[in-house]
C-alpha cells in the first residue's frame, strides 16, 4: 500500500476530527503548502499534527486563511504559528464579542494635523477625536494614529491612541512589509489594537484558545514569516 501523501493525511485528520468546516479546514492545508515552496521549506520541517491541530480549530470558527488580511503564517523552529491579522480579528469580536461595537474607525495622525483627543466627562458625554488634515497633499510623517470603537449606544464610544513607538513595539519594523507598506502596517496594527480589546466569550472557543496555548512564550524577533504580501491581497 502506497505511504499517503500530506494532503492525504491532513484530509483524514480532519475527517477523523469531525471538522464542522472541512472545506475549509483544507485552505489551511492550501495556504501552507504554497507558502512553503516559495520559502523553499518543506512539509515534513514542520510540526504536521500541530499544524492540523490548529487548522481544525480555526476552520470551526470560520476563519478562511485564503481571505486578504486575515492570517499570516510565521515558523518558529518546527512549529507553525498563526498571526491574527485585523479582519480575522474583526470576524472573531462580531461572532463571539460581548458587547462588540458596530465599527470601529482607524485613522493615522500626522506631523501637520491638528488633532485632539476628546474625552468622556461632563462637558462631553461622547467620547471621539477631532483630527483636523492642514496639509492634504504633504501630511509630514507618521507620528501615531487613533482607533474609535463605535457603540450603538454612543455613551460606550472608546477612543485609543497609539504613538508610533506604541505601534512599532507590536510589528518587527525591519520586516519588508515595514518598510514597503509603513502606513498599512500602522494602520492594520492599531485596528488589531482596538478589536484585541473586545472580550470573546470562551465558552464557545476552548479549541480555539487550546491552539494559541504556547504562542506568548515564543521570541517573535527570531521567527520567519510565511505570509502573503499587501500588494497580493
Known sequence: MATPTFKESFIAWVQEYGCKNEELAINYYTRLDQELTKAGKTWPQINFQDFVNKSIAYANIGIDPLA???LSFVLFKDNVVFIEDVRCMETLARKYGINCPENITVELIYTTDKFALIKKDLSHPIEGYVLEVTN???RGEICGGVSLSEYKNTSYNKARVMSLA???KRVKTNSSFWTNWKPEMCEKTIGKNAWGK???DTTQLADYYASKSNEEELDF????????EPEQE
Open 198 to 200: 473586545v472580550v470573546l
Open 166 to 168: 506604541d505601534i512599532e
Open 221 to 228: 524577533s527570531k521567527v520567519e514569516e510565511l505570509s502573503f
Open 68 to 70: 486578504p488580511k486575515t
Open 136 to 138: 492634504v497633499f504633504n
